[in-house]
């Protein structure tokens, strides 16, 4: 089992930049493919990015392709999530997940385990 933390989350301006991260318990990270997912309110949850096992493969949801890019440092059991150019519509809750399989599928239900999530807040 593995647990979550997000954190770096919090409000920025149309057009800025914010990082964050998601520190993972326990000694085998690197048997986990994470992913990046975010809730609006009144709305389903979506994907956003995920990596496999390895940080080698990577894969984005089409509405965050070019600004945002996922990360993994196994030797600090963390992934991060750089989101630039942001926009008003990226407000969200961001919820760090992982997978036991090595994947980097954007779909919710590959994910065993998540974290509590993040709040970014867009203004515009």
């Known amino acids: 089992q593995v647990h979550l933390v997000e954190s770096g989350g919090g409000l920025v301006q149309a057009g800025g930049s914010l990082t964050l991260s998601c520190a993972a318990s326990?000694?085998?990270?690197?048997?986990?493919?994470m992913g990046w997912f975010r809730q609006a309110p009144g709305k389903e949850r979506e994907s956003v990015a995920a990596i496999s096992r390895s940080g080698i493969s990577l894969s984005y949801a089409d509405s965050v392709k070019g600004r945002f890019t996922i990360a993994r440092d196994n030797a600090k059991n963390t992934v991060i999530l750089r989101m630039n150019s942001l926009k008003f519509e990226d407000t969200a809750v961001y919820y760090c997940a992982a997978s036991r399989l090595d994947t980097t599928s954007l779909r919710p239900g590959t994910y065993d385990y998540w974290g509590q999530g993040t709040q970014v807040t867009v203004s515009s």
């Open positions: 326990g000694r085998t990270f690197d048997s986990y493919s």
